[in-house]
Nanobody, 125 residues
Framework: QLQLVESGGGLVQAGGSLKLSCAAS????????VGWFRQAPGKERVFVAA????????YYGGSVKGRVTISRDNAKNTVYLRMDSLSPDDTAVYYC??????????????????WGQGTQVTVSS
């Protein structure tokens, strides 16, 4: 099983930026597709972004498109999520998820096998 640990969350003012990290261990990470999801208080968890095993393909959810960039460094077993122009609506716990899938992207929450514990992002107005 792949272990995932998110970091980089915190408190930021509206308009600011954050870069989240998802560090993997336990398996060969370069064959995994990875996604980021977020869950705001009282709401369901929603898709944010996904990246394929090589980093050559990415996909973004509508609410963050244009403000978020997902990337990965397989040599460091890490996937990143850079978020710019943050607003209070971005306040949520952010989770990374992975599935061993050396093909394309994985989008659906139910398609992922391994999840991290999440990192809190709070955007103040």
């Amino acid at each position: 099983q792949l272990q995932l640990v998110e970091s980089g969350g915190g408190l930021v003012q509206a308009g600011g930026s954050l870069k989240l990290s998802c560090a993997a261990s336990g398996r060969t990470f370069s064959t995994y597709a990875v996604g980021w999801f977020r869950q705001a208080p009282g709401k369901e968890r929603v898709f944010v972004a996904a990246i394929n095993w090589s980093g050559g393909s990415t996909y973004y959810g509508g609410s963050v498109k244009g403000r978020v960039t997902i990337s990965r460094d397989n040599a460091k077993n890490t996937v990143y999520l850079r978020m710019d122009s943050l607003s209070p609506d971005d306040t949520a716990v952010y989770y990374c998820a992975a599935r061993e899938w050396p093909y394309g992207l994985v989008i659906g929450e139910d398609e992922y096998d391994d999840w991290g514990q999440g990192t809190q992002v709070t955007v103040s107005s």
